[in-house]
């Protein structure tokens, strides 16, 4: 993926430049997940694998993943559920003859320090 596309996503996620969207994005998600906890939106630029320590740990269930790698670019919210759901954007490339790379939504589920992918939260955003 042109390294434009990536500054593009995260200018559209975090509504850098007066762009609006990142509001529209949260009011979304609130609207989608009434009957949980309240969304804390946490936007972190993941510099060189560095992110908060709730986050990085919760990334190690991506780890475990077989047919795609991921690599963590921005953390987005976190929410009170049935223990704690983290959501990040990711670069994913698929491993394929002719790799193909996007960018994605995780959501990872934490329960009494276990880690897992929530079921349908590996979305492609671009």
């Given at each position: ?112 320090n276990n880690y897992t992918i929530i079921n ?7």
């Amino acid at each position: 993926m042109p390294e434009e596309k990536l500054d593009y996503a995260f200018t559209w996620l975090t509504g850098e430049g007066g762009n609006g969207m990142f509001e529209a994005v949260k009011a979304q998600m609130q609207a989608a997940n009434p009957m949980l906890g309240e969304i804390e939106f946490e936007i972190y630029p993941c510099i060189e694998g560095k992110m908060p320590q709730k986050y990085a740990s919760a990334w190690t269930a991506v780890e475990g993943l077989t047919g795609a790698s991921y690599e963590p670019l921005v953390t987005v919210c976190r929410q009170q559920a049935k223990g704690t759901n983290y959501f990040l954007i990711a670069k994913q490339t698929l491993v394929t003859a002719t790799p193909e790379t996007h960018i994605v939504t995780i959501g990872i589920n934490e329960f009494q320090n276990n880690y897992t992918i929530i079921n349908g939260s590996i979305v492609r955003i671009f």
